[in-house]
Structures are given as structure tokens and as C-alpha cells.
Nanobody, 120 residues
Framework: QVQLVESGGGLVQAGGSLRLSCAVSGSIFSINAMGWYRQAPGKQRELVAIITNVYSTNYADSVKGRFIISRDSAKNTAYLQMNSLKPEDTAVYYC????WGGGYYPYDYWGQGTQVTVSS
């Protein structure tokens, strides 16, 4: 069993920044990647960024150059630094764990999500 706890969301003006955190606990031995997803109202959940256990990263085109994913393996924590935020970044952001093998394969473990709202 794996537990994920996100934090760091909030309300910010367009152009501002937020940093999300995701603390992971439990049976994490088969996990070699972590990802951040987001889901806006009326839209499907989309993958925003992933980071592997060797610190390789991948980003959705919509956030490339603005968001930075990182991790602290000693603390089993992943972060998402979000800069130059836009109103279209408004969503509930979810942390996820999974495997990387030529693509990201998410496990069915999710946190409770953290709301990010960007005002124009």
C-alpha cells in the first residue's frame, strides 16, 4: 500500500508561482518514477510532468519551460515548481507513482489532490 499526500496549492494571480509537494510513504520498492497530473472542471485528468529515479524528467507541452519537477529521494517527496502561471493552469493537481519504461505507467495510487486557482 502506498500513501500520497499533496500540499502547496492555493490562489495566485496570473504570472505568479506556486510550489506543490507530494510526500510518499508505504511500499515504494517497485516504484521508479513519480508524476504530477491535473484535472480541470469538465476535462480529463492529464499528465503534467514525471521524474524518474535517475532524475530524468518529461513535461507536457503546455507547461514546458514554466514548470519544474524535482524529488528528494531521502525524504520520499516530489515537488512541482510552477512559474508564470496562467488561468488555464487552474485545476486540481494530483501526485502519482508508477514505472518508467519508455513511457510512464501509473500505478493506481493517488493523493487527495490540491487545488490550484490562477486568476487573470
Amino acid at each position: 500500500q502506498v500513501q500520497l499526500v499533496e500540499s502547496g496549492g492555493g490562489l495566485v494571480q496570473a504570472g505568479g508561482s506556486l510550489r506543490l509537494s507530494c510526500a510518499v510513504s508505504g511500499s515504494i520498492f517497485s516504484i521508479n518514477a513519480m508524476g504530477w497530473y491535473r484535472q480541470a472542471p469538465g476535462k480529463q485528468r492529464e499528465l503534467v510532468a514525471i521524474i524518474t529515479n535517475v532524475y530524468s524528467t518529461n513535461y507536457a507541452d503546455s507547461v514546458k519551460g514554466r514548470f519544474i519537477i524535482s524529488r528528494d529521494s531521502a525524504k520520499n517527496t516530489a515537488y512541482l515548481q510552477m512559474n508564470s502561471l496562467k488561468p488555464e493552469d487552474t485545476a486540481v493537481y494530483y501526485c502519482n507513482v508508477g514505472r518508467w519504461g519508455g513511457g510512464y505507467y501509473p500505478y493506481d495510487y493517488w493523493g487527495q489532490g490540491t487545488q490550484v486557482t490562477v486568476s487573470s
